[in-house]
């Protein structure tokens, strides 16, 4: 269950009639049916007496238009940049017979926090009057364990709604919702769960076209938790458009040649030997793309080859489809793979691929 709770403002301090600070108590609790725990498998080498919490951080960015409820048509933006966050895990030390140290490594996982607004300040347009739904993309960079970057993903769903009763023209008010996504490391990789809340403040409003400018801040608390990754490595793309019947790469790169890098990995399940195949990124581009970001994209995962004999060598491409009225979109395709197992098996991977993308930063002008 969750956390509910109240606050009550008790004394106010004013200068010139004019109050300026405020004192109170407040009070948070959890429901008739308690926290929820969820008990994890360790493995066989951990060893609690050489255990201990550690912490990394995360970022963040976000984008997201608001659904208009008479058609849900995507409308109006909000966006933020240059999130920050932690996340905290559970890392333990081995040792071998002769007390000396021979390994660090980190449980598969984790919870985490994250605040946008901090640093830069989120912004939204087109934010028509009252209770709005809101859809949007986040993620980034972060650490998910010892030694363990990686790239997260993840869906925003929220609402916002004006507080009744304000008592200035302009707005302002909560936003309560949801994320769920992915995250990938060079050893995991897993599902990202947690809240999404924040609070907004309207600068200006066109009572015209019914549309409000502001800003906008936002937090979220959740878990982290994933699976060993059989075999993974470095993810580097592409994006190609039409240029006048002429197959054209789009835009500037990171120092890699590319215009996006990133994570992937494959991790066999245990029912059937099929594998999961998850690659999480970032990318670069001019946005010469048809629309908001029509493209074809050519992805290769670098060659791979681990210590037990199990290679990858892998090609794909696909369709990233934008549309004129979001930040996000959808990216779809194909991916073959020759690979080698443990146990000196060869053979073909193919199969098809889903996703999204999301584009943080605009040049509207």
């Known amino acids: ?27 948070a609790e959890s429901g008739p049916d308690g926290l929820a725990t969820i008990p994890k498998a360790l493995p066989g080498d951990f060893d609690a007496a050489n255990a201990y ?5 995360l970022d963040e960015s976000v984008a997201g238009s608001f659904i208009r409820e008479e058609d849900g048509i995507n409308i109006g933006v ?29 449980l598969p996982f984790g ?33 998910f364990g010892y030694e363990e970057g990686g790239y997260w993903f993840a869906d925003i769903s929220a609402t916002w709604d004006d507080y009744e009763g304000y008592t200035t023209e302009l707005a302002h008010g909560t936003i309560i919702g949801g994320l ?8 995991h990789m897993g599902w990202i769960t947690g809240s999404f809340e924040g609070l907004y403040t309207e600068d200006d409003y066109d009572w015209e076209n019914d549309e409000g400018y502001g800003t906008w801040l936002g937090q979220g608390v959740g878990i982290y938790e994933g699976v060993p990754i059989d075999v993974g490595g470095e993810w580097k793309q592409d994006f190609y458009y039409n240029n006048n019947g002429y197959l054209e790469w ?28 998850l ?42 489809k934008g549309s004129a009225d979001a930040r996000y979109g959808t990216m779809t395709g194909n991916l073959a793979a020759l690979y080698r197992t443990e146990s000196g098996e060869v053979g073909l991977m193919s199969g098809p691929l889903s996703g999204g993308f999301v584009e943080f930063v605009y040049n509207d002008e």
Request: net charge negative; hydrophobic share 30%.
């Open 1 to 27: 269950g969750g956390i509910t709770g109240s606050f009550y403002d008790m004394w106010v301090e004013s200068y010139e009639g004019v109050p300026y600070r405020v004192g109170g108590m407040w009070i």
């Open 180 to 187: 769920g996504g992915r995250y990938i490391t060079d050893t």
């Open 279 to 320: 690659a999480v990124g970032e990318s670069f581009n001019y946005g010469y793309g048809n629309g908001k970001g029509s493209y074809l994209w050519g992805g290769y995962p670098e060659y791979v080859s681990t210590s037990n004999g199990i290679f990858i060598e892998g090609l794909a491409g696909g369709l990233m």
């Open 111 to 143: 919870i985490f926090s994250l605040w946008l607004g901090e640093d830069d300040p989120c912004t939204y347009w087109g934010k028509p009057a009252g209770e709005v739904a809101w859809n949007a993309v986040i993620g980034g960079y972060g650490g």
């Open 250 to 277: 789009d835009g500037y790169t990171d120092g890699n040649d590319v215009n996006g890098h990133g994570l992937f990995g494959f991790a066999q399940r245990p029912d059937n030997g099929n594998y999961d195949f």
């Open 53 to 57: 919490l550690e912490y990394a951080y």
């Open 78 to 106: 909000a966006q933020g940049q240059y999130g920050y966050g932690d996340t905290a895990f559970i890392t333990y030390d081995l040792y071998d017979t002769e007390g000396i140290l021979t390994d660090t490594r980190s």
